[in-house]
């Protein structure tokens, strides 16, 4: 997001997410005797990280393959979670459904971006632009080869049975349309194009076809039935001219576009100016590029040597490149119509995220379920972020396969959405009949005074409010993950459960990677570990560098990765460190002298030896299954072995210690002998010792 401040980032306070308008509810899932397995992690924000795995297609009612997995996880790992059978699931209350429809939190942009004809049927036509009604026209929504399409029910000799709709009545009659909204038939072109939405005998009020959709399927073929009738009428004819003229002319250019040609023509320029800098906003996104400079004011960058940022001055750099159509814009365009504000720029970035998130929720459609991944956390500006990912099987046209994806959504502002939401239900308590108050400026004093605690029930309740925002239908989320916190799995006021109050399909799976690293983190409480990891580490790094040809990795307090690589090239560059220590403890700078003086008498220390060894020999069993964990794509019973695995380990070298540390000690005699340390001097106790030993070696199994 972009500033108007010339220095230091900050964030524009976000206002205004997704205005909720209210739809009808969407249908709970449909019921599956398919077998679900499913997982989920939590972990720090990041732009990758819920979702369904079908080996042979989507979860559907008439689903071919018994077995189903679905996961969620983050760039941390993946989860692993109990099995539960789809029949099993408890039906969506109607009490969601209900509080969905009465305060219109479900979006509509899922169906008005689909060109779904039942959405736009209800809609006066006065009321939809031309360019619009021309591509549902010629494009409308048409449901997927695996879409699991309704039925409807008629008796037939004491007996029910099931009559569907599918593919070959769409085939067969082009005019015809199928909404998802409504779950019915609608003509393509009667809604639209019928005078008065009046015909027949009588020009009586339409129905089925044209304002209602066509539900019941028992009578679709033949003759005299539903769709061979409407194809008959004389309105439905002249709609259908009507529609053809319209498409026809809209081939054309406008008779006003043909008067005025100076107009037609700064219409198309402008387009073609507003691309250099749509062009721009995209390249950076996608290198991950800052667009902000120090000063955007400066007309031309070739005029001062300030930098103007990365969207200006790629800019200019393509029009030096050559660029006919930048250097044009840029030499032809008025100081006003360059398109290169810090305006225009949000407004561009906010249309490519609302064009992938458009193309998430159309992936999402097909699969229908889905696992959501959350995590709430403060940025630098002390604002509240959340975000919100997806994770869902995709059907990938060029592996020919289902894969799982992990997509981020966007980044929102918890406490923002929370005062939207109790600012509104304050409105609704005072003014239960939704009727305002014409002399009302809006500006309420006792709503300033609204308390914005994010408990996790609130927490949960912003979650939901942005799954409805974007489109997400609550009924199809299988899986949440999220932080293992108090404040997200408390199972009387925890964020989980109140997302679980709404997705009642949900189930919570924790992040096995997640727990891993707070096991391992945990298990560091030993004193001369934690004395070894958390602390002494040389702030000057110039002779260590000129003497280890490399700097000393931080250590990562939640990436245990990053932590073994760390405890890793401190031990084979031990020698190194040491000597650089040496040469700067002659140095005058007495800052600098005394702290490496200080630094060099804990590393020498023995226990310090010893636990460096240790942890150098324990790491690499368990850093395997970190790594093995984060992979996106994994496979719960090789997860399962591979955990397994890495504890058969840790148990034979706990059942054989005595051994094993034997050779760990006898390593650290070594190294320490390199540099003058005798392992043999055991610490001094005041009090009565904790590892009474006899020698140096059991004091240091027991104590390490």
Known sequence: DQDSSGGGSKKRKITNFFKPVPVAPLPPPPRSPAKVTGGACGGDPCPSSGGVMCDGGPLDARATEPEVVFGVKN?????????????????????????????????????????????????????????????????????????????????????????????????????????????????????????????????????????????????????????????????????????????????????????????????????????????????????????????????????????????????????????????????????????????IQNDIIQGCGEEIVATIMERISTTKYYSILFDETPDINHLSQLSLSVRYSHFDETMKKHVVREDFLRFVDARQVLEEMQVREYDDARDPDGVEDEDDDGVDAETEDIEQSLTGVNLGKVVVQCMLRIGLNPNYCVGIGADGCSVNTSENVGAIQEIQKTAVNAVRAPCQNHILNLSISKASVVPAVKKAVHKHRPRDHRRLVKTFHRCLPKLCETRWVERHEAVQVFHDGFSEVTAALHSICKWKDTDSSGKANTLITVIHQPEFIVTLVCLRDVLPSTVSLSRFLQKEVIDMEQASNAVQDTISVLEEKRRNSEEMFGVLFQEAKDLAKEHDIDLQNLPRSAGRGRNPTADAESFYRQTV
Request: charged share 25%; aromatic share 10%.
């Open 75 to 343: 760039g941390n790992g993946f989860g692993i979670c109990q099995s539960v059978d789809i029949q099993d699931l408890p039906a969506p209350s109607p009490a969601p459904s209900a509080a969905l429809e009465s305060q219109g939190q479900v979006s509509e942009a899922r169906w008005a971006s689909s060109l779904n004809v039942g959405y736009y049927a209800k809609i006066p036509v006065s009321e939809i632009d031309k360019a619009t009604l021309q591509r549902l026209l010629e494009n409308p929504w048409v449901p997927p080869p695996s879409y699991d399409f309704p039925f409807s029910v008629r008796q037939s000799n004491g007996k029910e049975r099931r009559c569907y709709v599918g593919h070959q009545h769409l085939q067969k009659y082009n005019w015809l349309a199928f909404s998802d909204m409504d779950k019915g038939l609608y003509c393509r072109y009667c809604p639209f194009f019928v005078v008065g939405r009046s015909g027949g005998r009588g020009r009586a009020s339409l129905g089925y076809l044209v304002t209602k959709p066509l539900t019941k399927f028992s009578k679709l073929f033949g003759a005299k039935e539903d769709l061979e009738s409407q194809a008959a009428c004389d309105y439905h004819t002249a709609a259908v001219l009507d529609a053809k003229e319209f498409l026809r002319s809209r081939g054309r250019t406008d008779v006003s576009s043909q008067l005025d040609t100076y107009h037609s023509r700064l219409v198309k320029e402008n387009r073609e100016r507003l691309m250099c800098s749509v062009e721009n906003v995209v390249f950076l996104g996608r290198q991950g590029l800052a667009l902000r400079g120090h000063r955007e004011s400066t007309v031309n960058s070739c005029q001062t040597d300030m930098n103007r940022g990365n969207f200006l001055e790629l800019m200019t750099f393509r029009k030096e490149c050559g660029d006919i159509r930048v250097a044009q814009h840029l030499e032809t365009a008025g100081k006003r119509n360059l398109y290169q504000s810090k305006v």
